[in-house]
């Protein structure tokens, strides 16, 4: 079955705190991993996209994934205001017109 | 820069009425999908729409709901007797089949749809 567990939050830091989201997963068929954005009443917005296991950077965004654990993360160095938002994982098995699977996504606030 | 746009924002409407979503998605792109978030669940995968027909469904996307791509720009959702659990926010969605990830899916802002 299909199924992306992640801590819903909500998560509160101090502005410049290090966050990190995370996600499980079941299905090691999932090979395309994904964090989205999705500040209030707005749609989500991709920030991160990674293939299969291994780190990828993105300015203050780190993305992790571990498939032999089927765990994801997504860190953020030097938090900010207007980070504040709901972060979303999502995974896909493979490439193509192949619909997400998203995770329940986590609320986080960073405190000025 | 181009981006998805849904209309409308927001749609209030009775039990059992017919209601349209609509979306333009970005115009180079190929494949579409709507998808619905109910409020504090996740986003679910609803339809997916490619070269005018159905690519995939999920068991949500029962006989009530309909998608449909009436002219070159827009692409519709049609739910036919709406029930109270279809209130949720409606989210439209489209891939570049020419870009950096054949996978990146841009999202529109959504529909919140709420059934009285």
């Known amino acids: 079955q299909k199924e992306v567990e992640q801590d819903p939050g909500p998560l509160s830091v101090p502005e410049g705190a290090i966050v990190s989201l995370n996600c499980t997963y079941s299905?090691?068929?999932?090979?395309?991993f994904m964090w989205y954005r999705q500040y209030s009443r707005k749609g989500p917005e991709l920030l991160m996209y990674?293939?299969?296991?291994g780190n990828k950077e993105d300015g203050r965004f780190t993305a992790q994934v571990d498939k032999s654990s089927k765990y994801i993360s997504l860190f953020i160095r030097d938090s900010q205001p207007s980070d504040s938002a709901t972060y979303l994982c999502?995974?896909?098995?493979?490439?193509?017109?192949?619909?997400?699977?998203f995770g329940k996504g986590t609320r986080l606030s960073v405190i000025a | 820069e181009p981006e998805v746009t849904q209309t409308p924002s927001h749609q209030v409407t009775q039990m059992g009425q017919e209601v349209i979503l609509r979306c333009v998605p970005i115009?180079?792109?190929?494949?579409f999908y709507w998808y619905r978030q109910i409020l504090g669940q996740k986003v679910e995968f609803l339809v997916s729409?490619?070269?005018?027909?159905?690519?995939?469904k999920s068991e949500i996307f029962d006989d009530q709901f309909s998608v449909e791509r009436p002219d070159g720009s827009n692409f519709t959702l049609k739910i036919r007797s709406t029930k109270l659990e279809d209130s949720a926010m409606y989210f439209c969605?489209?891939?570049?089949?020419?870009?950096?990830?054949?996978?990146?899916?841009?999202f529109g802002p959504g529909t919140r749809l709420t059934v009285l």
């Open positions: 999502a995974m896909i098995e493979y490439e193509g017109n192949t619909p997400l699977v």
């Open positions: 299905n090691s068929a999932f090979q395309y």
């Open positions: 990674t293939y299969s296991s």
């Open positions: 115009s180079n792109h190929l494949y």
């Open positions: 729409f490619y070269n005018n027909e159905i690519s995939e």
């Open positions: 969605a489209s891939i570049d089949p020419a870009g950096a990830s054949t996978d990146t899916q841009y």
